[in-house]
């Protein structure tokens, strides 16, 4: 069974950030460095014949030059090529986008510099996601919504927001990073979300489970940015909005067959 995977993205700056610090890709679409935002919502319809990755990057708001961090692990996530048939290309991807982070940070003077990631990978055989730090992925599907991603910080029960214990330009001498891997299986109808915490922060999950329940496609996504922003858009709000769909052809060849036997 092949399947399609439809998707709407929204990068907006916020209501209270001068610069967009986090990014996108987008099947092989990503902001420029210093950007504004998408403008318009990113949609389309993706046939992951081949390795097909979406994911959002957060660069670290505390941090010089975060939104350089953000397109740095993009654009390495958009030229790479070394796929694997488990999860870990993900991890090689994250370490050596961790690599190149830390080089810029060393090569222009830099005290540190960071960014956040989520990503899903779809291809033939099935979904991978991973993730570093505190970017979420959420899953819709019949049994209920709920957080698919782990958010890697320090003691959360002691923080209102609790620092990150892992991101993306982390030098190897302090810490060898340990991104979040995991197998997603396709099943028809399944809605992800994968956001920046400009998003998670001023949306309650239960918010995000309303929102997708009522609406879909760019209602939804529309809803989701509106939300946010209404209840302060206090950080930079990105987020991937992806439906798995069947692949029409092949229902419409499953039902051809299914007639035909009963023809006969």
Not at 18 to 29: A, G, P, R, Y
Not at 98 to 117: E, F, V
Not at 235 to 264: A, G, H, P, Q, W
Request: aromatic share 8%; glycine share 8%.
């Amino acid at each position: 069974m092949s399947y399609r995977i439809r998707y709407y993205g929204i990068s907006h700056i916020g209501r209270c950030r001068k610069v967009n610090q986090d990014n996108l890709i987008c099947e092989k679409t990503i902001l420029p460095c210093r950007n504004k935002g998408t403008g318009e919502m990113l949609t389309g319809i993706a046939s992951p014949g081949r390795e097909t990755v979406f994911g959002v990057f957060d660069g670290m708001g505390g941090e010089e030059q975060g939104e350089v961090a953000a397109y740095i692990a993009a654009e390495h996530m958009r030229t790479f090529s070394r796929w694997a048939k488990d999860g870990s290309d993900l991890t090689d991807f994250c370490r050596e986008a961790n690599g190149a982070i830390c080089k810029y940070t060393k090569d222009h003077g830099l005290t540190s510099m960071g960014t956040t990631a989520v990503l899903l990978k779809f291809d033939t055989r099935g979904i991978w996601l991973c993730n570093i730090g505190d970017s979420k992925a959420y899953l819709m599907s019949s049994r209920g919504f709920c957080q698919i991603s782990q958010d890697h910080v320090w003691m959360p029960e002691l923080y209102a927001k609790p620092p990150l214990s892992q991101n993306l330009g982390i030098p190897e001498a302090e810490l060898l990073i340990e991104p979040y891997v995991a197998p997603l299986a396709y099943d028809h109808n399944n809605v992800y979300l994968l956001c920046s915490d400009g998003l998670s922060d001023m949306v309650s999950p239960e918010r995000m489970k309303e929102i997708l329940t009522s609406r879909a496609g760019p209602e939804a996504a529309c809803a989701l940015l509106e939300e946010a922003l209404n209840n302060g858009g206090k950080d930079n709000i990105t987020f991937l909005l992806l439906y798995v769909m069947e692949d029409e052809k092949e229902s419409v060849f499953k039902r051809i067959c299914r007639i035909m036997r009963y023809e006969k």
